[in-house]
């Protein structure tokens, strides 16, 4: 069974730093477009950070802080979150873009 499964999230103080893990299986290959979305309550889905052949992209309120990255031996995508903020709360979803799958989500929580 295709799937995405992200780990990591949890409660992190503002600051603090977290490393959201996004691991591929059933097919899925982490050599291909992949990228982070989050959503807090009430606001809609954004993109986060993206990963391909042509490089990297972060969104304006994450950049300098957060990191993409993959380990296509493992099959993984990796967030790391640094200087987290209280904005920074949010459902984190894994995406792979070619196929259009999405993992369950994992919750960030950034709070003193």
């Known amino acids: 069974q295709a799937q995405l499964v992200e780990l990591g999230g949890g409660l992190a103080q503002p600051g603090g730093s977290l490393r959201l893990s996004c691991v591929a299986s059933?097919?899925?290959?982490?050599?291909?477009?992949m990228g982070w979305y989050r959503q807090a309550p009430g606001k809609p889905r954004e993109l986060v950070a993206r990963?391909?052949?042509?490089?990297?992209y972060y969104a304006d309120s994450v950049k300098g802080r957060f990191t993409i990255s993959r380990d296509n031996a493992k099959n993984t995508v990796y967030l790391q979150m640094n200087s987290l903020k209280p904005e920074d709360t949010a459902v984190y979803y894994c995406?792979?873009?070619?196929?259009?799958?999405w993992g369950q989500g994992t919750q960030v929580t950034v709070s003193s």
């Open positions: 995406t792979q873009f070619s196929g259009n799958y």
């Open positions: 059933g097919g899925i290959s982490s050599r291909y477009d």
């Open positions: 990963i391909n052949s042509d490089g990297r």
